[in-house]
C-alpha cells in the first residue's frame, strides 16, 4: 500500500468516528421518537426525585467503569498519557457504541480519532479496541453466570430448547471464562494477527477485566433499578438476574442499543403482575439517562474538542506567518 493510499485510509477511518457518533444520535432518536413529549415527561417526573437523582449518580459511575476500559488498555500496550485524555476517549467512545451498536467498530473510529492525535500508532490503537472487547466479552462470561444463577427458572421459558439453549449458553461461559483465565496464567507467547503483536494479559490483569466489565453492568443495573422500584416491587437480586440476561442478549443481538431486545426480554422474564405502560414508562427513563444525556454530553464535549483543536491550527498558522 503506498503512502498517499495510507494516508487516504487513515483519513477515512478518522473521519468515519465522527459519522458513527451522528450514526449513534439519529438511532437514540429514532428509538426515542415514538413516544410524545408528554409521555418522556411523564415518565420522568413520575418517579421520586430521590430515585431520579441516585440513578443519575450511577450512570455517572457506570460512564466511569466505561472509561477505566481505556485506562486498562493503556497499562496493556504499556503507554502512559493524561488522566483527562483516556477518561475524554473512554466517555465518547462508549456513549456513541451504547447507541450506535457495533462497539468494535463505532467506538473504535472514535478512539482512533482522538488516540492519533495524541500520537498513538494504529497498531497500539487496535491492540487497547481489541483489548477492551476481551474485557467486555469475559465480563459478559462471568455475568451470564451470575445472571443465570439469580434469574428465575420460568424466565428461560416453558419448553425444553428453550431451557438446553440457556444452559448450553452457561456452559459455554463458564468455558470460555475458565479457559480465558488458564492461558492468562500458562500462556506466555505472542500471538500475531496481521502483524499486529497481541501478548496475552497476566492473571491479575484478567481479573482487573472481569471487574471492570462487570462494575460498568452493575451501574447500569441499578440506573434501571432505581426508576422501576417505585412502581414495580422487586428485589434487587431477582432484578439483576433479569437485567443481566436482557442486557446481554440485547449486546449480542447487535441491535443498536438492543432497542427492543433488551425491552422485549426483561418485561417477558420480569416476574409478577405489572402494568405494561408503567414498565415502558421506567424503561424510557432509563434510556433517557444512561443513553441520551452522555450522549449530549459527549457530542457537547467533542465538538468543543474540534473547535479548540482547529482554533490552536489557525493560531498556528497565523503565527507562522508572521
Not at 115 to 124: A, K, L, S
Not at 262 to 277: A, K, V
Not at 281 to 309: C, D, F, K, M
Request: aromatic share 16%.
Amino acid at each position: 500500500m503506498s503512502f498517499q493510499t495510507k494516508k487516504v485510509v487513515k483519513k477515512i477511518i478518522s473521519w468515519a468516528g465522527l459519522f458513527f457518533f451522528g450514526l449513534a444520535a439519529y438511532m437514540l432518536y429514532h428509538q426515542l421518537s415514538k413516544y410524545s413529549l408528554s409521555d418522556i415527561k411523564e415518565a420522568l417526573f413520575s418517579i421520586p426525585h430521590h430515585n431520579l437523582m441516585l440513578a443519575m449518580l450511577a450512570a455517572l459511575g457506570g460512564y466511569v467503569a466505561l472509561s477505566s476500559y481505556d485506562f486498562l488498555a493503556l497499562c496493556y500496550i504499556k503507554r502512559k498519557i493524561a488522566t483527562w485524555k483516556w477518561v475524554f476517549a473512554g466517555f465518547i467512545g462508549f456513549s456513541v457504541s451504547n447507541n450506535a451498536g457495533h462497539a468494535i467498530v463505532s467506538g473504535g473510529t472514535i478512539r482512533y480519532r482522538l488516540y492519533t492525535r495524541w500520537r498513538f500508532r494504529g497498531t497500539e490503537i487496535v491492540r487497547m479496541v481489541t483489548f477492551s472487547g476481551f474485557t467486555y466479552l469475559v465480563a459478559c462470561f462471568f455475568l451470564i453466570i451470575v445472571g443465570y444463577l439469580l434469574t428465575p427458572s420460568h424466565a428461560f421459558g416453558a419448553g425444553s430448547v428453550s431451557k438446553m439453549t440457556t444452559q448450553v449458553v452457561t456452559a459455554v461461559s463458564l468455558i470460555g471464562l475458565i479457559g480465558y483465565f488458564a492461558l492468562s496464567l500458562f500462556y506466555k507467547k505472542p500471538l500475531f494477527i496481521k502483524d499486529v503483536e497481541f501478548d496475552m494479559p497476566s492473571w491479575k490483569m484478567a481479573v482487573a477485566q472481569v471487574f471492570l466489565g462487570s462494575a460498568d453492568i452493575i451501574m447500569d443495573s441499578i440506573v434501571l433499578y432505581l426508576v422501576l422500584v417505585p412502581f414495580v416491587p422487586l428485589d434487587f437480586t431477582t432484578f439483576m438476574g433479569v437485567f443481566i440476561i436482557a442486557k446481554v442478549l440485547g449486546v449480542f443481538s447487535q441491535v443498536p442499543g438492543g432497542l427492543g431486545v433488551f425491552e422485549g426480554l426483561f418485561m417477558y422474564i420480569i416476574p409478577g403482575e405489572h402494568n405494561d405502560l408503567t414498565l415502558f414508562g421506567a424503561l424510557i427513563a432509563y434510556r433517557i439517562l444512561y443513553y441520551l444525556v452522555p450522549l449530549l454530553i459527549s457530542g457537547i464535549a467533542l465538538l468543543s474538542y474540534e473547535w479548540y483543536l482547529a482554533w490552536r491550527r489557525r493560531r498556528m498558522l497565523n503565527n507562522i506567518r508572521k
